[in-house]
C-alpha cells in the first residue's frame, strides 16, 4: 500500500480536532489564543508517552528517583537561579498595530507581517518569561509569587532531602513530570509552543570528572526513545549550541530538532548544567549542597547532566510521524480509496484493541458486550456497532488502533472471532478462548 502523505498542520489540527486528540481551549466562548485541551484519545495519548517515558527512564533503573513538587515556590529560589533577572527574550512592538513580537525571530527592516506597516518597531527590549502572581489577600511585593518556568528547580532544591530519604549515591538523578508556565511573546503552531505547557526531565548528579561520558551516554538514551516512539532519524538534526548562544548555566547544550511542516524547531535539550544551580542555591540559602563521597570521604558539589523532553512536543512528533494516507482496496475488482491511518506505536495507541460486532442484532452484543469487558481489564479496549464494518474500520485506523476484532454470526457457532491488523489490513481468526494469549504476544 503507497503512503501517498503529504502531512500538513491543517490536516493534523483536523483530525485532532475532529477525533478527539486535542480540542482549542474555551471554544464555546471563542477561545483563547493558543490554549488547547486534549480531548478523550489525547489524554490518553499522552499519558501512555507519560507512563512509557516513567518506567523507561525511571522505574526500570536502579540509578532514578522520582518528586512530584509544587508548582509555587519560594520566590527566593527563582531569585537565586537567576530567572527573576535574566529570563528574558528581546521585544519590539510594531509602532502602529502594537503587536508585539521577538526580536531574534522577524526581520525588524521589513514591513510589520501583521498589519504591513512600514514605520519600523520600536527597540527591543528584555521581556521576562515567568509568569507573576501574588499569594494572600494582597497584591504588592510583599505577596509576589511565580508559576514555575521549568522543573529544574525543584530537583536541585530538594537535592538534600532526597540524598537523606533514599540513600541514593552519585552518580543518580532525580526525574519529574509536570506543567510549566512561560509568558511566551509568541506561542503558536497548535501545540508546539504554548504558554502552559507539560515536562518530563530529571537531572542527573554526577562527579565533574566524568560529565563528559555521562553527557554523550544520556544522549544516546534519547535517541533511545526517539526511536522507540517511532521517529524517523531522517527527521531529526542534532544541533550544537555555540559559545555565546547557551543558557546562561551551560558549558554545553545539544539541541534535537526536528523538522516540523513549519520549519526546524526545537523538540528535545540536553545541557550540562555545571554545578551553577547547586552553587547558587548553596549560596543564598546557606545550606551546604556538597555531596560526601561515602568510599573515598571527597566533598564535592555534584554537577548536573539534564536531558529535557517537551510532553506536548512529543505528543505532537508522534502524531505527525505516525499520520498515513494510503491507496487502500475496497473491493476485488481492484477498486481503492484513501484511508487515512495513524500507525502508533502500539505501545502509545489510546486504544489498543476494538471490538466491533458486524451488526446490532442482540445475539452479537450479548457475546461481544462481554468480550470487551474481559479485555478491558489487560488492554485499553474501545467498543463500536454504529455504521457499517467497512466504516468503523476506518474510523478506528485514523484513532490508530492497532487491532479490531470483529464478532460476526459464525462467531455464535464456532466461537471465533476476526482480528484485523491496522497496518497491513490482514485478518485472522482467532478462538475466543485464545484471544488474551494472542493478544499477550502482540501487544505485551
Request: with cysteine; charged share 30%.
Amino acid at each position: 500500500m503507497p503512503n501517498t502523505t503529504t502531512v500538513t498542520m491543517e490536516k493534523l489540527v483536523a483530525l485532532s480536532k475532529q477525533r478527539g486528540f486535542v480540542y482549542p481551549g474555551s471554544d464555546i466562548y471563542g477561545g483563547l489564543a493558543n490554549s488547547w485541551d486534549y480531548g478523550p484519545l489525547g489524554t490518553e495519548l499522552k499519558r501512555n508517552i507519560m507512563n512509557a517515558w516513567w518506567h523507561r527512564f525511571v522505574t526500570s533503573r536502579g540509578d532514578m528517583v522520582g518528586i512530584d513538587a509544587a508548582i509555587i515556590m519560594n520566590p527566593k529560589v527563582w531569585e537565586a537561579s537567576g530567572h527573576v533577572e535574566g529570563f528574558t527574550d528581546p521585544l519590539v512592538e510594531c509602532k502602529k498595530c502594537h503587536e508585539r513580537f521577538r526580536a531574534d525571530q522577524i526581520d525588524i527592516s521589513k514591513p510589520c507581517t501583521r498589519c504591513g506597516n512600514k514605520d519600523g518597531f520600536t527597540d527591543p527590549k528584555n521581556f521576562n518569561l515567568l509568569f507573576k502572581t501574588f499569594l494572600g489577600s494582597t497584591e504588592d511585593s510583599s505577596s509576589v509569587a511565580y508559576l514555575r518556568g521549568e522543573l529544574a528547580q525543584a530537583m536541585f532544591v530538594d537535592l538534600p532531602q532526597v540524598l537523606m530519604s533514599s540513600r541514593k549515591r552519585v552518580p543518580f538523578g532525580i526525574a519529574q513530570q509536570g506543567k510549566c508556565f512561560r509568558n511566551e511573546i509568541t506561542p503558536g503552531n497548535f501545540i508546539f509552543r504554548t504558554r502552559e505547557f507539560n515536562l518530563m526531565e530529571f537531572e542527573y548528579f554526577i562527579h565533574p570528572s566524568e560529565w563528559e561520558t555521562w553527557f554523550e551516554y544520556w544522549l544516546e538514551q534519547m535517541k533511545s526513545w526517539l526511536d522507540f516512539c517511532g521517529v524517523k532519524r531522517e527527521h531529526l538534526v542534532f544541533h550544537e549550541i555555540e559559545d555565546g548562544e547557551r543558557a546562561h548555566y551551560s558549558k554545553r547544550t545539544v539541541d534535537i530538532e526536528y523538522l516540523y511542516p513549519f520549519g526546524q524547531k526545537e523538540l528535545y535539550g540536553l545541557a550540562y548544567r555545571t554545578d551553577f544551580d547547586l552553587m547558587r542555591h548553596m549560596e543564598k540559602s546557606g545550606v551546604d549542597m556538597r555531596y560526601t563521597d561515602p568510599k573515598t570521604q571527597e566533598k564535592y558539589i555534584p554537577h548536573v547532566i539534564e536531558p529535557t523532553f517537551g510532553i506536548d512536543r512529543t505528543v505532537l512528533m508522534t502524531l505527525l510521524e505516525a499520520y498515513c494516507e494510503e491507496e487502500a482496496p475496497t473491493s476485488e475488482e481492484g477498486e481503492t480509496s484513501t484511508r487515512v491511518v495513524l500507525k502508533l506505536p502500539k505501545a502509545l495507541a489510546p486504544f489498543k484493541i476494538a471490538i466491533l460486532p458486524l451488526s446490532k442484532k442482540e445475539e452479537l452484543s450479548a457475546l461481544a458486550g462481554p468480550l470487551a469487558d474481559r479485555l478491558r481489564q489487560r488492554w485499553a479496549t474501545d467498543y463500536d456497532e454504529t455504521q457499517s464494518i467497512g466504516k468503523r474500520y476506518r474510523r478506528q485506523d485514523e484513532i490508530g488502533t492497532p487491532y479490531c476484532v470483529t464478532v460476526d454470526f459464525d462467531s455464535l457457532n464456532d466461537q471465533s472471532v476476526t482480528v484485523r491488523d491496522r497496518d497491513t489490513m490482514q485478518q485472522v481468526r482467532v478462538a475466543i478462548d485464545d484471544l488474551e494469549k494472542w493478544f499477550e504476544e502482540k501487544l505485551d
